[in-house]
């Protein structure tokens, strides 16, 4: 089945514990991105990857940082996490980097810091 | 840069009745434009999208949008919805440009009632 797989779906942590969010893709896409999600600011786009080692920054990439080593997987890993950083996350995958058409999101991961 | 306005965060309507779902963008580039759809508990998945052509696109589970250029519009309309449907909704854009990045409204809310 094509999907885009998260974990984990649920974590609670505590300020200051560096933490890891998986994302993988089964679809060969090119372009992958993360997003959080936020009550009455809908999703915003944290980082994204045009490609294998081509990673960007989004509106609001303070405090994470991504990797694109391989074409399927794009972790989410946040060194110091923060209050503020308490959120729904989502990665999202598109067949071409070049062209604009439909992103396939993951279920989502519900992060909690304390 | 892209902006977008979904102009009503919360609509309550009864089972069999219409609905029409709100969304306005600026743009000074080419556009194109996407309603996604949040299940309770879920990631978001396409209900439909314009890229080019006819500007009534119809999507999935009887949803259909206009794209109005001169309006700049893009609003959602069922003729008759059902409890399934209550959901959030998400209108997007997409600008021309190096990465076609994806930018949301803040969503909108439907709750069927019987």
């Known amino acids: 089945e094509a999907q885009v797989t998260q974990n984990p779906r649920y974590l609670i942590t505590v300020t200051g514990k560096k933490l890891t969010v998986t994302c993988s893709q089964n679809m060969n896409h090119e372009y992958m991105s993360w997003y959080r999600q936020d009550p009455g600011l809908g999703l915003r786009q944290i980082y994204y990857s045009m490609n294998v080692e081509v990673t960007d920054k989004g509106d609001v990439p303070e405090g994470y940082k991504v990797s694109r080593k391989e074409k399927r997987n794009f972790p989410l890993i946040l060194e110091s996490p923060s209050p503020n950083q308490t959120s729904l996350y989502f990665c999202?995958?598109?067949?071409?980097?070049?062209?604009?058409?439909?992103?396939?999101f993951g279920p989502g991961t519900r992060l909690t810091v304390l | 840069a892209q902006s977008v306005t979904q102009l009503d965060s919360q609509v309550p309507v009864f089972e069999e009745a219409p609905v029409e779902l709100r969304c306005n963008y600026s743009s000074s580039v080419s556009v194109y434009l996407f309603w996604y759809v949040q299940y309770p508990n879920q990631g978001l998945q396409l209900l439909l999208k314009y890229l080019s052509g006819s500007t009534l696109v119809k999507g999935i589970n009887g949803f259909e949008a206009e794209f109005n250029k001169s309006q700049t519009s893009f609003h959602l309309r069922k003729p008759s919805v059902h409890i399934s449907d209550t959901a959030e909704y998400f209108c997007?854009?997409?600008?021309?440009?190096?990465?076609?990045?994806?930018?949301f409204g803040a969503g909108t809310t439907v709750t069927v009632r019987a």
């Open positions: 999202a995958s598109r067949w071409d980097s070049a062209l604009p058409d439909t992103q396939y």
């Open positions: 997007a854009v997409s600008e021309s440009g190096y990465d076609y990045k994806l930018s």
